[in-house]
């Protein structure tokens, strides 16, 4: 069972600023919260991973309030090409932190 | 890109014919995994292996085998496939497990397998 609940779909236009939040409202103390990318007819690919506060590399920026239980990945400017399926997850502490995948959040950037 | 290829890229095959798909990788990773993928789902975990010859299930292994005999390939096996095992299956690679903070998974860009 998904640790982590992200919206179903989300619309943008090129240029802007996206931001997805996902609620992981049981997350435990030591988890990290981990976030992948998946194109079409492709595997997933690793995005960015945050324990607190505010990580950022050349893809993303991810902000964690001192709550946890919510995370948000902010992608800037983003283009036609971010059109993609985007998981939030957190390893399952009941199966020795295995990524448990939810359905993600597809992520439609419009021209 | 991590180098990890999957054979066959696509297959066709019959209710009761036996399936073996191929994971290889060139990164010498400790762990390998495999996944399926349904429309509108997420991936869920079938087997994964920490080793030659160390593997483990997923939440969903019922109905698949799996073995690894080299560091470098991971096979997955239906032993008699049914229509409900339709899917893409993904292989993925890690250097280790991690723990509260997963190591990076690389995936390979799958197999999308039809069951008639």
């Known amino acids: 069972l998904a640790k982590t609940t992200q919206p179903i779909s989300m619309d943008s236009y090129e240029g802007q600023e996206v931001n997805i939040t996902c609620s992981h409202n049981?997350?435990?103390?030591?988890?990290?919260i981990t976030w992948y990318q998946q194109f079409p007819s492709q595997g997933p690919r690793f995005i960015i991973q945050g324990y607190k506060t505010k990580v950022t590399n050349e893809v993303a920026s991810l902000f964690i309030p001192a709550d946890r239980k919510s995370s948000t990945l902010s992608l800037p400017r983003v283009s036609l090409s971010d059109t993609a399926v985007y998981y939030c997850?957190?390893?399952?502490?009941?199966?020795?932190?295995?990524?448990?995948w939810g359905a993600g959040t597809k992520l439609i950037i419009k021209p | 890109d991590a180098g990890i290829t999957q054979s066959p890229r696509h297959k066709v095959t019959e209710t009761g014919t036996p399936v073996t798909l191929r994971c290889h990788q060139t990164e010498n990773h400790r762990y390998m995994y495999w996944y399926r993928q349904d429309p509108g789902h997420g991936l869920r975990l079938i087997h994964y292996s920490y080793g030659v010859k160390d593997t483990d299930k997923g939440e969903v292994s019922d109905g698949y085998s799996v073995s690894r005999s080299k560091t470098e390939d991971f096979l997955l096996t239906l032993e008699s496939a049914t229509s409900s095992q339709t899917s893409v299956y993904f292989c993925?690679?890690?250097?280790?497990?991690?723990?509260?903070?997963?190591?990076?998974?690389?995936f390979g860009p799958g197999t999308r397998l039809t069951v008639l």
């Open positions: 997850l957190v390893g399952d502490v009941d199966s020795n932190y295995q990524l448990i």
């Open positions: 049981n997350i435990a103390t030591n988890d990290y």
């Open positions: 993925a690679i890690s250097e280790s497990k991690g723990g509260t903070a997963p190591d990076t998974q690389y």
